[in-house]
């Protein structure tokens, strides 16, 4: 239910979603327009002001995001106390808003706030500065640091399976060097999905679909991974969005499509490949674990089983020296695989930092790096070369900077 009114002279919007049992309050607040939103359990979700946008985290960090005129979308992390401040001001409007709400008082709406508004107004209220900070130390108690997610996926439920990656030698990545790479068993894994879910609360109303995680859950043996989602739907309604994981489609115990078909039964809807080219020689300069024939015959498996794919491909890897023949052969192993409409390519810019592995052996391989603009060409060059029978997949660009969970 959306409800326009006036407030203060000003216009009013308020979104109350009984589906997602959420709230969101926009309005002239001060000298700029704000937005406030918020999940069921009144937990801060995001904050729109002065072009800005505030996205929460559930480990209470928030990200702002602004697009300057003429230039690139910017980005940094809030510091704590930065974040507190932002919540603070969306507490203080709502707490305006409702108040005179109750009295009648300078306010005029096309229609009547339902009983679940006035809720979530409440529960929105009530999270204060201590209740924020609880919250994301008990996030920190259910959860190691979740690395990242497909685009897609931002909104799904992360269930950590696992504990870091089973390889982790790739040189572009430093998500899982702090952990080793461990499965867990059910017992600690249901116990695991269990604080999860009391945890998100009402907030899980917003969310779709389980993703197990870490960073390469479906290498799991079969005998192992059954059980774990067994365990998932023990504490989720079954039915309740499907599964989704990576895969690193590369290494560890290969699943067949009879694998992929089980699995499918089970509820897995999509399994996201780092597959990053379908160079050779490029793959073993990134040190992945495998070859591009690898990638395909795991693709090939998943969708005889019936499971979706999404293959994520680097951009700006190996920089010019590398350039053309990633260009190329990553066009030949995409347009080698069954994909259809079903299915996602993520084209994901190369992201550098002097933590990173890459960052030597890219100084001492004498690698010139590509530039924004060329790496634009070059995943515009793939984009130009891929042919696929019937409906294409969905194809879209990955931007790990922009990952809040």
């Not at 945890?199 to 059980?227: K, Q, S, T």
């Not at 699943?255 to 020689?281: C, F, N």
């Not at 795991?298 to 190996?318: E, P, Y």
Request: with cysteine; proline share 5%; aromatic share 10%.
């Amino acid at each position: 239910m959306v409800i326009l009114g006036e407030w203060r002279g000003e216009r009013i919007t308020i979104s109350v979603r009984e589906r997602e049992r959420s709230l969101t309050v926009s309005t002239q607040w001060g000298s700029t327009l704000f937005t406030a939103a918020y999940e069921g359990g009144g937990r801060p979700r995001t904050f729109i002001t002065q072009g800005t946008v505030y996205r929460r985290a559930l480990d209470g960090r928030m990200l702002a995001k602004w697009r300057p005129q003429g230039m690139r979308r910017q980005r940094r992390w809030l510091t704590q106390d930065e974040a507190l401040q932002i919540e603070a001001q969306g507490r203080a409007l709502l707490q305006a808003v409702y108040a005179d709400l109750q009295q009648g008082n300078q306010i005029t709406l096309n229609g009547s706030l339902p009983p679940l508004g006035h809720t979530l107004f409440q529960r929105a209220l009530a999270w204060d500065e201590a209740r924020s900070r609880a919250d994301a130390q008990r996030y920190r108690e259910i959860y190691l640091p979740i690395g990242i997610l497909p685009p897609d996926q931002y909104s799904a439920v992360v269930l950590q399976a696992t504990l870091g990656c089973s390889f982790n030698t790739c040189t572009f990545c430093t998500f899982y060097r702090d952990r080793p790479f461990r499965i867990k068993a059910p017992a600690e894994f249901k116990q695991h999905a269990q604080a999860v879910k009391e945890f998100l609360g009402e907030g899980i109303y917003l969310r779709h679909g389980i993703f197990l995680g870490d960073a390469n859950a479906l290498v799991v043996p079969m005998r192992r991974l059954v059980p774990l989602m067994e365990t998932a739907h023990e504490v989720f309604p079954k039915a309740w969005g499907g599964f989704y994981a990576f895969l690193d489609g590369f290494s560890g115990e290969k699943k067949t499509p009879a694998d992929y078909a089980q699995l499918a039964a089970l509820g897995l809807k999509r399994v996201y490949i780092g597959m990053e080219s379908g160079h050779a020689p490029l793959l073993r300069f990134l040190r992945k674990p495998g070859t591009p024939d690898d990638v395909l015959h795991t693709v090939q498996a998943m969708k005889a089983g019936g499971v979706a794919v999404g293959v994520i491909i680097l951009i700006g890897a190996g920089g010019h020296t590398y350039a053309a023949a990633h260009v190329r052969d990553t066009i030949a192993l995409l347009n080698a695989m069954p994909l259809d409409q079903r299915d996602l390519i993520y084209f994901s810019e190369l992201v550098v930092t002097d933590d990173m592995p890459y960052a030597r052996d890219a100084a001492a391989a004498n690698l010139r790096p590509l530039t924004h603009e060329e790496c634009v060409a070059q995943e515009n060059a793939i984009r130009a070369g891929l042919h696929f029978q019937g409906k294409p997949p969905i194809i879209s660009r990955y931007d790990i900077r922009e990952f809040v969970y």
